[in-house]
């Protein structure tokens, strides 16, 4: 077996190359793919502001959900909030009578506003805390003093602000090391921050000598005595240490580090699915094309089992160093991909650190061993000797089996909603290109029998000697069909998915949008006051956690939301409604629900809806209306004065004014087009026209990055498995091309011959992909946005020349050199 094997890969050294880019290209995507779901799973919110406070003292920054499914143990599923979850102010006196404790210091957090310097837009913000808190980190004077009564501030150096300059109308007597902050009086601070008898977190601080392991015992326990809960669900307070305690800083960090997991693990997945798809295909050609080599090997003595474990050894070989080489690339890969995302400011959440660290590279040798175990577990498959024409009924009804499957899923998408239809959709996309793939052999002698009349007798000899290769060879068609197939489909699913939803949402939110000028640092009780304005609705932008059962597992969504004055809608933001009404929004405990949310909690106007806010605080509202439109206004929509106590900043993001009889309000001295000033506060300008109003889940942008990436990826992954393909098997055909050189066909005859059996192959395989990924894709929009689905021109056109491109290439370029000559 070893002297067959040492053979085989002298002699078939270029069919092999194929092979070898194709697990090289697989082993460093998915190395780079294992690196950043090791380095987000090691992932931690950055500890800043507490980095000298052993033990930080906070509120359960998590909203749980226990079910109990029949038959079973009980499950519970946590999701992070990305609101502020306080302390009770008592908590501070409890802590400071722990032994070992030498200060327990409360911080409170809140952002002071001052309008923006003369001819700037908005208004400029600045995180204020109290000096009393800055020593947790600590952040040190390097000049001035302390504050000492309510006008006083000292500033972090960020700031570049001076001693003696003034500041949000404060008196500058400090500059502090550190990033840009205001720092003011400790009674101020609790002022500022405007929720009484609680506090952010408390820092403690350790008397020398303490361990930490030790001091948090105490604190723990001390904590448990007293019996204290968070002001917001009334969870047990948690006591934080180590990197835990960034938590505690960067609220949006470890649910956007949970979110960007979860969405690597989906990805890895479907790459290794491909991956499986791509190498099977290759591995499988590369042995069957050898078959006559095969039939000779068994004839002279050798025996079924010494053939195939020949060719596991040669398959093993390749594969085994073309993973490695992969493996080694991975790592470079990850680091400048890495590396340019951090580049991209805004883009990772604030204080989300990601390492990487030296032995997390060692991880890629597993990865490459999983690549080569997927090509090696071919081999006793494609080493058998191939079934006759028209056998091979197992797979053929297996392959049936498998389309009826994914035309079941895709039918169930349209009978669901959210990420119900999203999972019946993908599941179906992945049903019906496998059943494809096995279908592969007859969807191409399918195609033929349609186009071999037209061959033969528009095509002369090329037509005719293009018809006859593929009835000779079906199976040969079909594999090169298949990964043809697998690029389309994949391609028109990931694009098209994203651009129906965006489109969609679009759409909507410029329907709901009908306001003359938002406004941005302001409020909307002032912008009332500019003449003109006919009403205006503060838009505040928060999240709620839906907490529901599916098939008998918990489940909890994290949701955007706007909360919204109800007397100021009209004329200024238009949900569609299509039951009830939203001035009911004006009462505390109400909330209007989308359409879609609504027909899966079966509620209505007048039902109760369980919602947990932004801080995770339950609360039981009653629906008093249902719109349509959702994709662009959230699933929910609160009124601010329900939605403001439970955020960490309750000012608006923006709001929204209509003129009379939809005249557009312009103050008297606007004088830029575009821009009105407004009078009541100096600095803030309205903008028109009013950009549409979109809500977006936190980490929307990293996500789509990530995605994006990553569909690129995958997309060219499966394009090389389309020029893999194409070249193995012309490598396979050289002799079959000299063969027909000698009995009289010419090169022009040839290469007409070739780019028929190119633009069959092209076009074949777009239209299966288009069907294959349309059917999934109709149910997907069907679902949730009412229409069909929808392909950017662009797109559509890059995806079929792409495609085109690489199989004229792949049946051209292997038989270049030698196919042609005379």
């Not at 590279?361 to 071919?378: E, Q, T």
């Not at 329907?511 to 938002?518: I, K, R």
């Not at 309205?686 to 936190?698: K, N």
């Amino acid at each position: 077996m070893r002297l067959l094997a040492a053979r085989s890969l002298r002699v078939h050294r270029k069919a092999w190359a194929a092979m070898f880019a194709a697990v090289a290209v697989t082993s460093a995507l998915l190395g780079a793919l294992a690196l950043a779901l090791g380095s987000v799973g090691l992932g931690h919110a950055r500890v800043e502001r507490y980095a000298a406070a052993p033990v930080v003292v906070a509120g359960d920054q998590e909203a749980r959900w226990t079910v109990k499914p029949w038959g079973s143990e009980p499950k519970t599923e946590t999701v992070g909030l990305t609101e502020r979850v306080r302390v009770p102010s008592a908590a501070v006196d409890v802590l400071r009578a722990v032994p070992g404790v030498l200060e327990a210091v409360p911080d409170h957090t809140f952002v002071v506003r001052e309008p923006a310097a003369s001819g700037a837009d908005g208004t400029r913000a600045y995180p204020g805390r109290s000096w009393d808190a800055a020593r947790l980190a600590p952040y040190r004077l390097t000049d001035g003093r302390e504050p000492r009564q309510a006008g006083e501030a000292v500033v972090g150096a960020g700031l570049g602000a001076h001693v003696g300059d003034t500041l949000a109308g404060r008196e500058v007597v400090g500059v502090a090391e550190g990033p840009a902050a205001l720092y003011v009086t400790a009674g101020e601070a609790r002022r500022l921050a405007g929720h009484p008898g609680a506090v952010d977190a408390v820092g403690v601080l350790g008397e020398p000598g303490v361990p930490v392991d030790t001091l948090h015992a105490r604190v723990r326990a001390a904590l448990d005595e007293a019996g204290l809960k968070d002001t917001a669900a009334g969870q047990p307070l948690r006591a934080l240490t180590g990197n835990g305690r960034g938590g505690a800083e960067h609220l949006g960090a470890p649910p956007a580090r949970a979110e960007l997991l979860q969405l690597l693990a989906a990805v890895a997945a479907n790459v290794v699915l491909v991956a499986v798809l791509v190498l099977a295909s290759l591995v499988a050609q590369a042995l069957q094309q050898r078959a006559a080599e095969r039939d000779l090997l068994l004839a002279v003595g050798a025996t079924p089992r010494q053939v195939r474990g020949a060719a596991g050894r040669e398959v093993t070989r390749v594969a085994g160093a073309a993973a490695l080489l992969g493996a080694l690339a991975s790592g470079p890969v990850f680091l400048a991909l890495w590396s340019a995302l951090r580049a991209r400011g805004g883009v990772v959440p604030e204080g989300l650190e990601l390492p990487a660290p030296a032995w997390l590279f060692a991880g890629v040798l597993a990865v490459a061993a999983l690549v080569v175990g997927i090509a090696r577990l071919v081999v006793p498959f494609a080493a058998r000797r191939p079934r006759r024409p028209g056998k091979g009924g197992a797979r053929r009804v297996t392959g049936i089996v498998l389309l009826v499957l994914g035309a079941g899923s895709a039918g169930t998408a349209t009978l669901q909603g959210g990420d119900a239809a999203a999972a019946a959709a993908g599941a179906a996309t992945v049903t019906l290109v496998a059943g494809c793939a096995l279908l592969g052999p007859w969807i191409a002698g399918a195609a033929m029998t349609v186009l071999d009349r037209p061959f033969r007798r528009f095509g002369g000899a090329p037509g005719r000697l293009t018809a006859a290769g593929a009835a000779a060879h079906s199976r040969r068609l079909g594999a090169a069909l298949v990964p043809v197939v697998l690029v389309t489909a994949f391609a028109v699913v990931q694009l098209s998915a994203g651009a129906t939803m965006e489109r969609a949402a679009a759409a909507q939110a410029r329907t709901a949008t009908g306001a003359d000028l938002a406004f941005s640092g302001t409020t909307a009780e002032r912008v009332r006051r500019l003449p003109g304005v006919e009403s205006a609705t503060d838009v505040l932008r928060s999240s709620v956690v839906l907490a529901r059962t599916e098939a008998g597992s918990p489940r909890l969504d994290r949701l955007p939301v706007l909360g919204v004055d109800a007397g100021g809608l009209t004329g200024t933001l238009d949900p569609g409604v299509v039951s009830g009404d939203l001035s009911g929004l004006g009462r505390a405990g109400t909330v209007a629900v989308g359409a879609d949310t609504a027909e899966s909690l079966e509620v209505k106007p007048g039902s109760a809806v369980e919602l947990r806010l932004g801080d995770g605080t339950p609360k039981r509202l009653r629906v008093v209306a249902v719109y349509e439109r959702s994709l662009a206004l959230g699933e929910f929509l609160l009124p601010k004065a329900e939605l403001a106590p439970h955020m960490s900043d309750p000012y608006p993001a923006r709001v929204l004014a209509a003129g009379v009889r939809g005249t557009s309000p312009v103050a008297p001295d606007a004088g830029v087009r575009g821009t009105s000033p407004v009078a009541p506060d100096a600095g803030v300008r309205g903008t028109s026209p009013v950009a549409p109003e979109v809500v977006a889940p936190p980490g929307a942008e990293l996500n789509s990055l990530v995605s994006g990436g990553i569909v690129a990826a995958i997309g060219g992954l499966t394009l090389l498995s389309v020029l893999s393909t194409l070249a193995l098997i012309g490598a396979g055909r050289r002799g079959e091309l000299e063969l027909l050189r000698q009995v009289g066909a010419s090169g022009n005859q040839l290469r007409r011959m070739l780019g028929l059996e190119a633009g069959f192959l092209t076009a074949t395989g777009l239209l299966v992909g288009l069907v294959v990924g349309a059917l999934p894709l109709t149910a997907f929009a069907w679902a949730l946005t009412g229409g069909l689905p929808y392909l950017p021109p662009a797109q559509a056109g890059t995806i079929a020349g792409v495609v085109l491109v690489t199989v004229v290439a792949g049946v051209f370029l292997p038989v270049a050199r030698k196919g042609f000559r005379r």
